[in-house]
């Protein structure tokens, strides 16, 4: 008897020290001696159905700002950058046999903001190319990006200092 009580309040402490909240609440007689009932809750983790994306829209828009990393070892300063060339390069991909290359599909320069916008895109994979200005201390950078669900996407990068 004094082994069932003790395992009954290691079940409870390790209960308790879940974090989150059990909804509904799971519920037994186990602590008064009995045994588990019919209706006892089940615990299960993750949704039980998947849940539904929403469709690939036919056209999106992709703006964003680009920063330069600032000097120093604190990585969250950061500046706005210009002149930086973003192009979008729709990734390669089969058709049947045959393997279609990359191709540039759009492209634009950062203002003097850092801020870059392409409009009308269609659905598909791209690789988003981003070349620091000449004689700049910032690297190049990349990205990539899905068929989109949103019609407006932003998406703003942080180029490293070159070392």
Known sequence: MRFRL???????????????SFDPAPSTDLGSGGSTSGNDTTITTGPQTPSQLPPVVSSFNLSGTVFGMDGGTDTTRQTPLPNVSVKLVKTMSVQGDTLVPSVTVAAAITDAQGTYRVENLS???YRIEFGAPVGSPFMDGSSAIGPARETEIKMSVAL???P
């Not at 003790?6 to 989150?20: D, F, I, K, P, R």
Request: glycine content about 10%.
């Open 160 to 162: 490293p200092r070159k």
């Open 6 to 20: 003790l395992s009954a309040t290691c079940a409870v402490v390790m209960l308790a020290g879940c974090s989150g």
């Open 123 to 125: 659905p598909a994979y």
